[in-house]
């Protein structure tokens, strides 16, 4: 049987993510796997579960059955990951498993837990895959560090590195996008569009990652990742899509790492007048730095000098204490009229895609004004999507990479977020102070927003 070993079983990701994830792989998907839950504060599996239990009452949607069946595969584990005895009591649990590590822990025990289990994997070789959360180092060079311990252990194609924007179902709904619908796929190119923005608006502030957030910023946090991972699943060209056949699937995969891979290999930074930062006021004063220049928003054109991009600004986008939570990419096609048809792909709260089109008016006038032609999954197949881990989770315990980046893709990305680093740090770049939870993200592409 395949065992999920969770680092990090009382934190809030996987309380909040993960935990209902499960819940809905073994009630819905007769999910075949047991789990074995590491924590520090709770000492033992009953206090483990009736800490589980007190989260059901808040925020935590799990149904009694769902419980039920999770509580049927738990184990609990208490340890300090420090201490350096996690094996010895993890041991018993492993045997004759096909073992699925998930590191969903403080990124600082990454190195501290490959380093125990290194040891262990000397006496006790078994079949085993890894998942991490990111952040995957904090640039390239400690990437390519963390990288090479794990490939220490784990071949390539059992390292998965976890970005849950990709298991969203809208996100996936590009791929589909593309590939069955020729003619949106043949309008996506430079000759039809003017521009692609592409945002993550986040309503809430720091909050308790105040330090983390300090050291780390939006560049690194968000458009590393999420926008880097959102702009190439939209611009490269599907490959076709695979049959149940397993090997072609396997290709389907290759495939699309490699044209992600190709595309940022083409990516053209913006020029130091093009890259607005913020900073929301009350930030200075949330991590207790008067003097931080860490941005929070920010504002970036990327170009892809490829034939079917070249001269088409993506405009990236993400922002803290934002008026909304939304995440999108709307794509604005040329137009002879002062309302451009739209393309909106709605990633969240609501998974929805809109096509805004010029209709005439109910007028005797031949006048015209924009109408929105709408898909949303709720409203078409009146559920709810499924939730993101809940497709990570099943894909890596499968073996299917297409949703994972692999390490070319994030060292790639880390040169870029690097190079931008640099180029702002070089021109000394400032964060603008825009007031908490006022920009919407349909407001924040005009650059004269950011000019105080
Ligand atoms: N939260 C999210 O929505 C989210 C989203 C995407 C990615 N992530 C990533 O997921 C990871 C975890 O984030 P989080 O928000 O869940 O953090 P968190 O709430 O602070 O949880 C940290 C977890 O690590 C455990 N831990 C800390 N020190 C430990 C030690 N010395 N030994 C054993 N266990 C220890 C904690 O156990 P105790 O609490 O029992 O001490 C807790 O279970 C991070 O890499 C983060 O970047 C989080």
Known sequence: MKTLVFFGATGNLFTHKILPSLGHLLTQDGGDFSIVAIGRRSPNLASYQQFLLTLGHKDVSLSPEA?????QRLTYIQSDIKNGDLFLKL???LEGKEVFFYLATLPSLYPEVLRQLK??????????SIALEKPFGSDEESFLAL??????LFPEERVFYVDHYLGKSTVLSLIILKAENLFIEKLLSRHYLKEVRIAVCEEEGVEERAQFYEETGALRDIFQNHLLQLLTLFAIDIPPLCEEDRRE??????????????????????????????????YREAVGNPSSSTETLIHIPIYIENARWRGVPFRMFTGKKM???RSFIEVIFH??????????????????IDFYINVKTPSIELTSVPAKLNFSYFGTFGAKSPQAYQKIIHDFLHGERTLFPNS???RRAWQITDALKRTIERYKISPHFYPPHTLKGDEVWNRNTFSS
Do not use: M
């Open 249 to 282: 699937c396997q290709l389907f995969q290759e495939k699309v790492a490699q044209e992600k891979v190709r595309l940022l290999e083409k990516v053209r930074l913006p020029r130091k007048e093009e890259i607005i930062l913020g900073q929301y006021q009350g």
């Open 323 to 325: 008026a909304e939570k």
């Open 408 to 410: 070319a893709f994030i």
């Open 91 to 93: 041991a018993p649990h």
């Open 67 to 71: 419980f039920s069946q999770l509580f």
């Open 335 to 352: 137009s002879v009229t002062p309302w451009p048809n739209r393309l909106v792909i709605e990633i969240q709260p609501e998974e929805r």
């Open 119 to 128: 040891r262990w994997n000397q006496t006790h070789p078994l079949p085993k």
């Open 147 to 152: 990288e090479r311990e794990l490939r220490d």
